[in-house]
């Protein structure tokens, strides 16, 4: 059964302009204004007034395709998460080796927190409970993928096979958080 709140997201979501029809260039302003004004301030304090001023966009703009606060945040850092998933899914192509494709998959992870430190650090503020509305997190390709990589480990023995693969997937993403 759905709550109120979540009725009236879905009917809000239903209304809002797609993406699709917004230029490249305004997305990608706004995107680095919520990246910099969340990594800035504490996110119950952001407005979308600020983000709008940040961003050099109108307010009515904002409205028009994200309908509030909540839905804009998720849905960049989903933008943002994307492309780093369609990274690290491309990195992962052609390797055989479990060493290798763990390695690689921390270059990718690590080369994303050095290009965009601010993105890392408004996802690091994002409490456990509320990650998971950020779409990328149920994204099955890109899960799929790591646990791909983490069942062939311990197929081939590199890995500890009885330790669950929930467990080496959250230590493997925790130790990423960590070090970003």
């Not at 209304?15 to 969340?38: G, H, N, Q, Y």
Request: hydrophobic share 45%; proline share 2%.
């Amino acid at each position: 059964m759905q709550s109120t709140s979540q009725i009236s997201s879905m009917n809000t979501a239903r209304a809002l302009a797609p993406l699709s029809d917004m230029r490249p260039a305004t997305l990608e302003k706004i995107e680095k204004a919520v990246r910099k004004v969340f990594a800035g301030f504490d996110s119950n304090e952001v407005t979308m007034a600020q983000i709008a001023k940040s961003a050099n966009v109108s307010l009515q703009t904002l409205y028009k395709y994200f309908g509030d606060k909540q839905t804009l945040f998720y849905t960049i850092m989903d933008i943002v998460l994307g492309r780093l998933a369609a990274r690290i899914m491309d990195h992962l192509q052609g390797i055989d080796s479990v060493q290798d494709r763990l390695r690689k998959t921390l270059w990718v992870c690590f080369d994303f927190v050095d290009s965009h430190p601010d993105a890392v650090m408004v996802l690091s503020s994002v409490s456990a409970s509320r990650i998971r509305n950020i779409a990328i997190y149920e994204n099955k390709e890109l899960i799929g993928a790591f646990l791909n990589v983490l069942e062939d480990g311990q197929n081939r023995g590199v890995l500890n096979d009885t330790v669950p693969l929930y467990i080496l997937f959250d230590v493997f993403m925790g130790f990423i958080s960590r070090l970003a």
